[in-house]
């Protein structure tokens, strides 16, 4: 029967080897954090964007005329 050294499996080769999954799990979070900040400024931006772009064009519209949907 194998000893009990034996059948213990192979870990990691040093355990000062967590600093990279530290630093990939730490840009993973960066990056979530990041695209939800993304997300929620493309939501709130991107209609008063269109309406500032369309107040800025040739002929220039009342805003009544760039929100109505006619």
């Not at 493309?42 to 500032?52: A, D, E, K, N, R």
């Amino acid at each position: 029967m194998a000893s009990r050294a034996d059948l213990k499996g192979k870990g990691k080769a040093g355990k000062g080897d967590d600093s990279k999954g530290t630093f990939i799990k730490s840009m993973k979070q960066w990056s979530t954090w990041c695209m939800k900040k993304a997300k929620v400024a493309t939501q709130y931006g991107f209609i008063p964007l269109v309406i500032i772009i369309g107040m800025n064009t040739e002929p220039k519209p009342s805003l009544m005329q760039l929100l109505s949907p006619v």
